[in-house]
Every structure is written in C-alpha cells, then in structure tokens.
C-alpha cells in the first residue's frame, strides 16, 4: 500500500495545472493552442526538424530555445543513419506524453515517483511502405508499451496513473484516432 | 392565472418537490405536457426495468411498497408506481399542458402554455435529463441504406431488419439493447467508450444496497473533484433483471458480441474506432474494483461475518489484442446502427439568460443562476443519489427549504446561497 500520502514531489506544479484549468474554463478562447514544427531536407532521407514558436493563450509563444531532431533511416536501408526513423520519433513522442502524463496524474494523487521506465514496441510490415502489398497499411500494425515503475503506491493504484495517463494523454488520442491531415505546397 | 411557484414536469422528481412544497405550505402547480410520468410511459423500450430494485424508490411523503422489494419494475409497473405517488400525495398536476416558454416577468415569472399563462414567483425545472438523444456530430454520415435508431425510437429487435447492428455506446441501454439484439439472431458490433463496470450482486446483495449503505450515493457536489465531469458519467452498466443476473461486456462477448473502440468519425462509409479499448476496460475494471475494496472495508467493520458471503474477485474484462479500428457500413453486413450515446435536456422553452457556454442551465446544486429558477431530476444535481428516483427525496426537501427562504426574502437568498443539508 502507499506509505507517504502527505507529501509527494516528482517536481510537477500540480496548482498551477489546476489554476490554468480553472482560468480556461472561464476563458475557452484561450486554450486554442496552435503547435508548429519546421522540417529541412539534407540530403538522401537525413532530414532536421527544429521546433521553437507555438501559439497559446491568445498570443505568439517561444520556447527557451530552438530544439532540432535528426531524423534519418537506418543502413541496412541505404541510408547513411544520421538519425532515428520518424516512426521511432513518433514512439518517443508517445512515450514522452504518457510519461508527463504519469508524473503529473501522481502529483496531483500524493504518490512519489522513483523511477519510471517506457519501453515501446511498434510492429510494422514493411511490405505497406515498399508498396509491395496493397492490402498492408504503412503504419504500425501495433504499439506496445510497457512500464516499469517505482512509487510509493500500491500495484492498482500505479496501474490507475498509468490510465488516467492515457486517458489524458494528446498522442496517445492523436495515435489511437484519425485525424484529418491537409498537406499543400508552395 | 397566478400562482407561487410553477413546477414543469410530473415526472418522479417533479412530483417530489410538489409534496416537499406542500410541506411548506406553499401553493404551486405542476404543469405536465402528457400525462404523469411520461417519458416513462413513451420514450422507453418494451424489456426496460428500472436498474434501481423496488425498494429503493423511496419517495417523499408516500412510502408506497409494491411487490417485490428486491425486484426491478418494468416500464407499466413504473408508470404505475409514479401515478399511485401521484395520487397519493394529491399533486396538483395539469395534464395534457405544454409549455411554450418561462420568461422573466416582474418579481417572477410569466409561464405560457397550451392551457394559458400563469405569473408565479419561482419555477422549478423538472422535465428530466433525458429529453433528446445525443449524437455525435458525425452521425449524420450514416450511409444511406442503413437505418439510424437512437434508444428513443427502439422498441424491440423485431423491428430491425434481419442482418447486422452497430450498437454505439455502452452503458445501461447500450449493453441492454446489444444483447437483446444479438439474441434476436441479428449479430451485433459493440462500440465502447468510457463505461462504469459494477457487478449486480456482490457478497450476496445488490450493488445498489452496497452503494446505499457505504454511502457512494450520498457523496455531495461539493465534495467531488469536478462536478462537470461527474454529471457527464455514462449510467451503470447494468440490467434489472427478475434472474438479478450481470450484464457485462464479458457476458456480451459470451454471446457473441464483437467489441470495438469509442466511435471516431465515419469516413467513407467506415466508422472508425479509437484503438483505446484495452486502455477503457482496464480502467473500468480498476474503478470497479476500488468499489468493491471500499465495500470490503466497509462491511469488515460494520456488518458480523455471517450476514454477507466472503469477498470474491471478478474477471477482468476480455477485450481481442487487436479489436477492429473501423466497421464497413457499406458492405451490407450493417443494416442497423443505434446511438446509444446519451441524452440531453430539451430547454428551448426557457426565456431566462441562465445558460453557460455549452447550453447547459448554469446552477448550484439545483438553485439556478437566476432568482426563483430551480432544477430537478438531473444527474449528480446536490449528489450521487440525485440521478436516481431515489435522489428526489433528499433535492427536493433542500430545494423547497431553500426555495421558503427565497419567498420569504428574495434578496438574502442569492443564487449561490449556500445549501442545506448539501450532506
């Protein structure tokens, strides 16, 4: 069972969570956010993404800093492997979601974290990709996640972070439901 | 015509606050566009019992027992019990009286209906929560040749055409309505979002008594995390049965029943289904089973070993590793789709500036945000309770006492005044 419900510290500001949940439903307006990533092409399937402004609260946002992934594909498909596959970033994005969301469900529940470890798995029949077989889609047929986590909590009760986790989490919806994607050029 | 308060709706929860004012001595009608109780006589269908067992429809002033106590009344039973309350408490209902609109008017407010108008100091809104079906916007993209039903037009399977049906939804009449439909022969596909799992029985007695005793029922609105989230719950996944037997996901797919995910959208003659399923039944399950602990540790120290059997676990919900991500409409295997998705309150008839954002009457528990405007019969209204017949008593006796202290000095009792009785 949980030992210590009195204080837990995983270093979320759970009250300013809340306060912003309360200032949005008084302002829906302001909860519009609008998310932004930029891409260049390298050379060959090596590609950088950065990202740095978004758009929330009624006005342009910045991040600290420009952040910039790599991606790429591995050798054995022709490709020089400067970076992880994009659908190993779109595992990575799932994890990093679900593990924010653990971290503030359990400040928000008074249950310490210790240690809180994802693996993922998403299967794939390349044939999808290839253009081999028509009737496999490209995407992951699945993704698996496991957690291993330590907290001063008892088995249900980390069972329940890691749900409510998904329940809330913003790629766990964008993976698990379709959503429209318009591509234009120039 | 005059009068103090109007009352709109001879439902159950109607019919409580008309005794709870008598109480009062304060001189009201309830206005009824039918007959009493209604809904409960039209919009049901035919195999609906009541989820609540007889006994625990404990209505103020009448304590009318019939039948079996531990039964579950069909809709004529139920029709007939709210008629006999009716009766019984001399209720001043009109019947066959619509209202067109609710208007403020002076102190008060000028109620207009098929029959005439009535001035009155305070309305209270009883027509219930379960006015109109609610459908995701998407539902209008059914494609043509397969019939849309929502649990308002259902009566029984019969009236299906033979072959396949998309059963949306998975609360009480959802999971009621898949496994009649499946028994008819006509294979169904469940979709399934969020849904509170509880067991019929448990340790020998029904959920609801545990409920009742523990005290889930009483639980206040002030006492929750957020209101707004638990008066959007689905209902219990459960079925009144004569056998008393469990309805779950487990016994449906027992039949046959094939489950898929929360409905995403339709594209193309396809219905989509969110790839969340496992992550909703376990969920179920560990919210079911923090009851069933809490039940535990209540009986261990308030009943003697021999008036209950020992706990026992139950089987977690069987959900495929890989259900369905979408249902072809198209291919003629689906004839039939039915939302169960919910209801909504039909309030266009109310003139008054008191809706929020969502159209919904902004109110603290039940004393709208306008003087003299109250609410009734709404789900999670002052508490648990307040979503069942049982919850009438205990709202209407804290929105009568608190209605007297409105007509006694309409400027103290402001719409945020603090309750009676909120416990």
Known sequence: MRTTKESADNGVNVEALLGAREALTQSPEAAQFVWRARNEWVRGTHSRSTVEGFFGLGAEQRHKTTFGYEADHPELFASEDNGATPVELVLAGLASCLTAGIAAVAQHRKIQLHAVTATLEGAMDIQGILGIDGDVRNGFSGITVHYRIEADASPEEIEALVAQSQKRSAVFDIITNPTNVTVAVN | ?423
């Open chain 2, 1 to 423: 015509m005059r009068t103090t308060v109007v009352i709109i709706g001879a439902g159950h929860a109607g019919l409580a606050m008309s005794h709870s004012l008598a109480e009062h001595s304060i001189d009201h009608v309830v206005i009824e566009r039918g007959t009493v109780a209604h809904s409960w006589r039209t919009e049901r269908w035919d195999s609906l019992r009541l989820l609540t067992p007889n006994w625990m429809s404990r209505l103020p002033g009448a304590p009318l027992t019939v039948g079996d106590p531990d039964g579950f009344r069909t809709m004529p039973e139920t029709v007939a019990f709210i008629e006999r309350y009716a009766a019984a408490i001399g209720a001043p209902v009109h019947t066959d009286t619509t209202v067109l609109s609710v208007r403020p008017r002076g102190d008060g407010y000028l109620v207009t209906t098929t029959q005439g108008t009535w001035q009155c100091q305070a309305v209270v809104v009883a027509t219930g929560a379960c006015n109109l079906p609610s459908l995701p916007p998407f539902a209008t993209r059914v494609p043509a040749g397969v019939t849309s039903l929502t649990p308002r037009d259902y009566r029984n399977p019969s009236q299906l055409a033979p072959g396949g049906v998309l059963v949306v939804g998975a609360a009480a009449s959802g999971i009621q309505i898949a496994e009649e439909i499946q028994r008819s022969g006509r294979p169904v596909t469940l979709s399934v979002g969020e849904h509170v799992r509880v067991p019929r029985r448990y340790r020998g007695r029904d959920i609801t008594w545990w409920m009742d005793r523990v005290g889930v029922f009483d639980e206040s609105y002030t006492e929750v995390d957020s209101v707004e989230r638990v008066r959007g719950v689905a209902s219990l996944q459960l079925i009144g049965s004569p056998e008393h037997r469990d309805l779950d996901l487990n016994a449906l797919t027992g039949l046959g029943v094939r489950l898929v995910g929360r409905l995403a959208g339709i594209s193309g003659g396809r219905a989509q289904c969110s790839g969340s399923l496992p992550n909703l039944v376990r969920m179920a399950d560990l919210k079911m089973n923090r009851l069933l602990a809490r039940i535990d540790a209540w009986a261990s120290s308030h009943l003697a070993g021999d008036e209950i059997e020992p706990p026992h676990s139950i089987e977690p919900t069987r959900v495929d590793a890989s259900p369905p991500l979408a249902v072809d409409l198209t291919s003629g295997e689906i004839r039939t789709v039915i939302w169960a998705t919910g209801y909504r309150p039909d309030h266009s008839w109310l003139d008054v500036p008191v809706f929020d954002r969502k159209g919904r009457i902004r109110h603290d528990g039940g004393v709208a945000a306008a003087p003299g405007l109250y609410l009734i019969g709404m789900p999670f209204l002052r508490r648990r309770r307040s979503s069942l017949i049982d919850g009438a008593a205990s709202d209407a006796r804290d929105l009568s006492t608190h209605l007297a202290s409105y007509l006694a000095d309409p400027a103290a009792a402001g719409p945020a005044a603090p309750l009676l009785g909120a416990a």
